[in-house]
């Protein structure tokens, strides 16, 4: 079973931006609050340009999720799937999860 992910996870959108996670529900906890696919992720940093034009990635949406752990609503766990997209809501790339916690699993 895939680790889950929590505001302790590292990561980052295909260009380099660093994603900040703000639980929905800071109850549910493994080491620090759980992640799930409703929270909100905001991405700074990003460099990516589109002929020279900036076209940064700002936030992330979730497009899979664990499918039988859930905190409210279902988490997130080192095998989710999110897209980083642009503030037109363009997607630029897949969300790179670079660490996580061991301790909690779950699919």
Not at 4 to 15: D, N
Not at 49 to 59: E, Q, R
Not at 82 to 101: D, F, H, K, W, Y
């Amino acid at each position: 079973m895939p680790p889950l992910l929590t505001t302790a996870s590292m990561m980052t959108c295909p260009h380099g931006g660093m994603v900040t996670a703000t639980p929905g529900s800071p109850n549910a906890q493994a080491g620090a609050p759980i992640l799930r696919g409703s929270d909100t992720f905001i991405i700074a940093g990003c460099a990516f340009n589109i002929a020279g034009v900036p076209s940064p990635c700002v936030s992330v949406n979730w497009v899979v999720t664990a499918t039988r752990v859930q905190a409210g609503s279902l988490v997130l766990n080192e095998a989710s799937m999110g897209l980083c997209v642009a503030a037109t809501q363009a997607p630029q790339g897949p969300v790179v999860i670079a660490s996580t916690q061991p301790n909690v699993s779950g699919l």
